[in-house]
């Protein structure tokens, strides 16, 4: 976990707190790290509800549970799916804001013809978000961590223009 991004948490976390709100995450090409990073500031237990690694269709269906028919016509690794993530973690875990992520870390491309270093990351709650993150890169750890970091630019933006 690098510097950055637990400053980028600890703020975050604290204004998660000062409104009472929860944040629930589903991360694919992040892998986890837009948790670890709001898990590693303590008290977490106040503001973080919980969230996964929908890294597959199967671990998708898992943990979220998002119907077929909402599925229609949405491609992977876009803001709209990522808007998707975003809004079902927010709803199966009941909290304010929801935060979904989806790309292509690297080195290589994904099947849907996203090149490396590609990432739709979307914010529901109070406010709706979503950007596209485009690195030019290939490098995996690299990109992980500009998506994270995005990611909660994107969370702190919407916590501050609710």
Do not use: C
């Amino acid at each position: 976990m690098n510097d950055e991004l637990l400053a980028r948490a600890e703020r975050i976390a604290a204004a998660l707190k000062a409104r009472g709100d929860k944040i629930a995450v589903a991360e694919s090409s992040t892998a986890g790290l837009v948790s670890a990073a709001l898990l590693a500031i303590p008290g977490a237990s106040l503001y973080f509800e919980g969230g996964a690694v929908v890294y597959t269709r199967g671990s998708r269906e898992a943990f979220l549970a998002i119907p077929q028919e909402s599925l229609a016509g949405v491609r992977p690794a876009t803001e709209a799916y990522a808007l998707l993530l975003a809004r079902w973690a927010r709803s199966r875990l009941r909290a304010a804001w929801g935060l979904g992520e989806s790309g292509a870390a690297g080195p290589t491309g994904n099947r849907y013809g996203d090149a490396a270093g590609h990432s739709a990351i979307a914010l529901s709650g109070p406010v709706e978000k979503s950007i596209t993150v485009e690195t030019g890169k290939s490098g995996r750890l690299q990109n992980m961590q500009i998506f994270a970091a995005a990611a909660l630019d994107l969370l702190e933006e919407g916590l501050g223009n609710s």
